[in-house]
């Protein structure tokens, strides 16, 4: 058994993403890492992980200070392979832990239309061929109920409905969340109010459903 935190950390090159990571490894002993939204253009703003046992990384820079994705983990708990990436997504290959192998996809989806049908068309393609227990986990930059939002403006159901639909399209099912119901707030709004919303989960195929179904979220 083995924990993965996905953080979408909005800059790693300050000093307060290890000194947070730090605080996080010593409450759950994280196996793997995945961090979002790094805003770093190479991956030397992340080496001070290996201070925290995680010996191997691999990383997409961002463009500019927009973006970026890595993952980082322990090679003595689990054995992983970059399957391929671009700027949206890590797509690996993960094995041990004492549990079947699985293909994991770590997300984070630029807020631009244009860029996210990129996304889902990459994703598409990936599902279907997919064989293997497959979890996606990560920032989607989206909701999938008018639920997942509260404050600001009305719902766009539209929104919804084309994330839900990619969804059903890549055969990806919510696996659900135990905790706070949003993982993402927005600035506080002229009135006092703050937007709300839930941005960040995890999908997986009937596959991994089946092999891994004590997963937890």
């Known amino acids: 058994m083995f924990?993965?935190?996905?953080?979408?950390v909005r800059g790693a090159c300050g000093r307060s993403m290890f000194r947070n990571i730090k605080l996080l490894c010593s409450k759950y002993n994280p196996t793997m890492l995945l961090l979002a939204e790094t805003k770093c253009e190479s991956d030397g703003h992340l080496q001070c992980l290996r201070k925290l046992g995680f010996d191997q990384l691999v990383s997409m820079p961002s463009v500019g200070r927009s973006g970026g994705i890595a993952a980082a983990w322990k090679s003595n708990f689990l054995s992983v392979s970059l399957l391929c990436s671009n700027r949206q997504y890590l797509h690996l290959n993960c094995n041990g832990g004492g549990i079947p192998p699985f293909v994991l996809t770590g997300v984070y989806a630029l807020p631009e239309a244009n860029h996210k049908f990129v996304l889902w068309e990459d994703l598409r393609g990936l599902a279907s061929s997919m064989v293997a227990p497959w979890v996606v986990m990560g920032d989607f930059n989206d909701i999938s109920a008018a639920s997942e939002r509260t404050g600001g403006s009305g719902v766009n159901g539209a929104r919804y409905n084309l994330f839900n639909n990619r969804l059903q399209q890549c055969n990806l099912s919510d696996l659900g969340a135990i905790g706070p119901k949003f993982t993402w707030?927005?600035?506080?709004?002229?009135d006092g109010r703050r937007l709300f919303e839930r941005l960040d989960r995890a999908v997986a195929n009937q596959s991994f459903l089946t092999q891994l179904s004590d997963c937890i979220v």
């Open 3 to 8: 924990n993965i935190i996905f953080w979408n």
């Open 185 to 190: 707030r927005g600035p506080r709004l002229r």
